[in-house]
């Protein structure tokens, strides 16, 4: 028998909570403190009338200084709500808060049965199995680990880039780790953004310069990460940097080497603009690439292949000696106390509906291939062109395309609408083609996107009510020729119709990048059923995730705009400060470790922790838990064949205890 | 390589010219088709119109004797009676009262049936169980030069097709390829003919045949190979009255056996050629050495 | 130029139909309808029907069964499955138009010599006596129950039929008819159809 003071006699308090008439109104209150006064070691059995209230809290104090109470049972709601509460009116008055227990009458009682004699019998049963518990509770501190006050961010994208900045202009010193050779995601390939038409470059490099230039951010691209050890407030990340063949301090983006590449016309798909341009092997991604610095796709590179080129690149660069081939990959570990995944998404691979006649059709186009046909920075140089030269006269945006279809994606991509709609109002001024959008509903549900709606319907862009059923080219009619022809019912006007048009662009769906699952494995995190990042919670907590000190932000968490991707990147930039300032993070003591003494080093425990927080200890050939990862979730303690693990708070003699005491009058 | 054999209703009779060029096409490739025993009508859309459950019954009668009499492979040529086969099986499998139903009337003939026998349609069988090589060793004369538009209809790709692609099939494509043919592109490929609405609603379902055949005209075909008798009907004996109403559009219209008979050098009358309406053209004599 | 006036009101609704649909094997994903019109719009024959097929599912939802059962729609489905492999919510539409068609056949709701649904009565009687179909015997009753004189119109038909050797007149039979005919009759009411509407 473990005490606080007092010979080791047992003095405790009991409170049962009427909540009103939430409880009192099933369960006869005052008979159950009767009953309990009777139990040995209960000093004092109270029932009041709502528990959590100051005067109720201070009850607890002052009877735990009057009557020199020594363990303390409150019978009352559910421990979710109020468990903090009463541990606080403990250690107030001035005992350990671990020596309290809760019992909840109202869920587990009140609230679910409406018989009176019943539920006051188990309401007495559960708070005689609390009083037998409790006294075998022992003193316990909350634990607390410190925060390192550096951040990772991985994904340099609008969302990773307002997070970091976020962040280092609070102070912190952040790591901005991005896959790609620049930063800017799919930000940087848009032309203009909806709903105010501002030209994304120019709203968006000047965040991307602000990156490059800030004390506090440490840069990397074209790098990813690798491996992630350790828990919240001690991170260690493995980062991979991939080789540019390029001095990144000592290249300043004139260029010189790439017009004097032995390739003298670009040959190679430009992923920048999605297939549609051509680049060299050395290259820089886009005209405003952060950081600007050439790049070498090893893929492509003679010299990298095989060694025999003539290196007219090195030559251009004599002066700065930027170019290096002998390069190699490199891996750095840091060490950061949070990080935030601003990974963002992948757009649906149109191919997979052929319906709609994507790569069989040459004039066939996603969203994002028409975003860089519009773009006068793109690879037409702002002309929208069908491939054989000519300007549409007519162009149909598909909505809804693997997107609210249970064949392909089910959810809705949410910025679809808005987009497509953006991109007709683009092509009419462009080029002053016909606009149709099939669509099945218009989403705009953003500031100022109703009214952006209105103004698409204003300009003559014509929308009709329907899903696309088939995109094809064999004409029933003679303004169908040479054209495709989209079939589908104008469910509004209530007819079948054949639309020919020159051009299709498909809105194509928002999906997870295709290894979501591996990076969220790496990060010990959870993917939701389809795919995204799993939020703690919908909606109280949609930027943290189940693992403390991993948050996720922007579309890696599901399809969202600029805005709302900005709003989550501060929200996750705004909990990860909180946790830096305050320095470290309270643990709940309710963790597992190992008697070592017992142990047998079976390792029998080690594979069945989901938080990884057991690992063997070679030299004294243990296992050893790691208290600040471990949740308490008890399954090591059960599968310990020797029984060497043991748990704060739910110690096998608590557990019998309560047991005993439910049994007790049965 | 022994099959069961379900010919249906029309390969006796609209049909016949598809049996006879499928038999000896298969028994050519070294393929043994044993007909059903007393095999009865599939139902085809007419009876699944009238009552669901006996139409279960109907098709399930054939499944239980296949199932019994084996092989419990199923060569089922017809389109209407493949797909009916396989909806009934798939309709006992995922949907109970229909499989209670069953039971309870194969009961009556002291039959049982547990899900064994497989429908399989002679294009999932040739390109894959016989193999393209094996057939192009046996073409002595390849269509060469011959333009040949695919077509499948709907109900073997739709919707319980489980050897091709429902939006753009494949196997036919790649098997007239192996005969030497020239494969045109058909994106009408999969597109409804009209089925039984030809006759009873003509001014409806004819022009469904009149679009195919008006696009594999314009395309180039110099014939039309389908695998379905009700297709083929449609595509062949229609020509007067769609002229008619819209205008010419007379493509021939043949069973991918009878190609692939002529290309393994069969006579055309052997292959029931002379059935058609519209005559296909004849191909030059020239073979192959060796 | 004629005026008509059409307004639904509750009682034009026919409560539990929607119900009776849905509740056919395959037939539930109907509530997750969201009139889209995938299926009208790749429909070969939408484009001949009173009502469009998402009308139709439309109207079996909101319990409409009259005007359902009285459409063309129905009649004038292939059963192509073009609108089934399409929908992206996975309903069976050809499978909702078989048991509109069924309901409609019972209940014999259709003008007496519409020639589909009387073609699949004759075909299921004929199926009922043989066990098999013969075709052209099936076409000429067809011929005498719904429009004998198109008999005469596709005499050119006939002729090339019988020319080409198609035009057979051997009554296709099963043997053990009497096995298929116990095993019908338990099932539904052991007839094919019901009664026509005059």
Partial sequence: MNSNGNNGDLRIGFYICHCGHNIAGVVDCPAVAQHIAKLPGVVVSRDYKYMCSDPGQELIAQDIREHRLNRVVVASCSPLLHEHTFRNAVAAGGLNPFFFQMVNIREHDSWVHTDVGAATAKAKALAQAAIRRVRFHRALEMTRVPIHPDVLVVGGGITGIHAALTMANGGKKVFLVEREPSIGGHMAKFDKTFPTLDCAACILTPKMSAVRAHENITLWTYSDVVKVEGYVGNYTVTVRRKPRYVKEDLCVGCQECIAACVFKEPKFPDEFNVGLGKRKPIYIPFPQAVPQVVLVDPERCIQVRTGKCKQTCLEACADRQALDFTQKEQLVEIKVGNIILATGFKLFDAKRIPQYGYGLYPNVVTSLELERLVTSSGPTGGEIVLKDGRHPKSVGFILCVGSRDMKTNRWCSRTCCMHSMKLAQLVREHTGADATVFYMDIRAPGKGCEEFYDKSLKEGIQFVRGRVAEVTDWALAPEEEGKLVIRVEDTLAGFVRRIPVDMIVLAVGMEPHADAQEVRRLFNMSCGTEGWFLEKHPKLAPVSTFTDGVFIAGCCQGPKDIPDSIAQAGAAAAEAMALIDKGYIEQEPNTANVMEEHCSGCKSCIPLCPFTAISFDAPSQKARINEALCKGCGTCVAACPSGSIRQNLFEDEEIFGEIEGVLADA | MKYSYFPGCSLKGLGRAYEESLLPVMKHLGVELVELDDWNCCGATAYMSVDEAQAAVLAARNLAIAEQTGPQDLLTPCSACYLVLNKTQHNITDFPDIKTAVHRALGTARMTYSGKTNVRHPLDVLVHDVGLDVIKEKVVRPLKGLKVAPYYGCQVVRPYSTFDDDWNPTTMDQLLATLGAEVIHYPLKTKCCGGSLTGTVPEAGLRLTYILLKEAARRGADVVATICPLCQFNLDAYHDQIERRWGPARVPTVYFTQLMGLAFGFPPRQLGLQRNFVPMKELPTERVAG | ?198
């Avoid at chain 3, 519409?114 to 052209?136: D, Q, W, Y």
């Avoid at chain 3, 009554?171 to 116990?182: G, P, Q, T, V, Y």
């Fill in chain 3, 1 to 198: 130029m004629q005026i008509k006036r059409t307004i639904k009101y509750e009682a034009d609704r026919v409560r539990g139909f929607s119900k009776e649909i849905m509740s056919v094997s395959g037939c539930e994903q109907l509530q997750s309808c969201i009139q889209c019109g995938t299926c009208s719009g790749t429909c070969p024959l939408s484009i001949y029907m009173d009502f469009s097929p998402r009308q139709v599912m439309a109207m079996v939802r909101a319990d409409f069964k009259n005007e359902v059962l009285t459409s063309t729609t129905i009649w004038l489905c292939a059963s192509c499955y073009a609108c089934t492999v399409e929908c992206p919510r996975k309903i069976r539409i050809t499978d909702i138009m078989y048991a509109l068609k069924q309901r409609a056949i019972q209940e014999g709701i259709y003008p007496r010599r519409f020639p589909i649904p009387v073609l699949a009565r004759e075909f299921s009687e004929m199926v009922r006596r043989k066990g098999r179909i013969t075709e052209t015997l099936l076409v000429m009753r067809l011929f005498l129950k719904a429009n004998w004189r198109a008999v005469f119109a596709s005499w050119r038909q006939g002729l090339g039929l019988i020319r080409t050797g198609r035009f057979v007149l051997r009554h296709e039979r099963i043997e053990r008819r009497a096995e298929l005919d116990a095993m019908l009759a338990t099932v539904g009411d052991g007839k094919a159809g019901g009664k026509e509407a005059s």
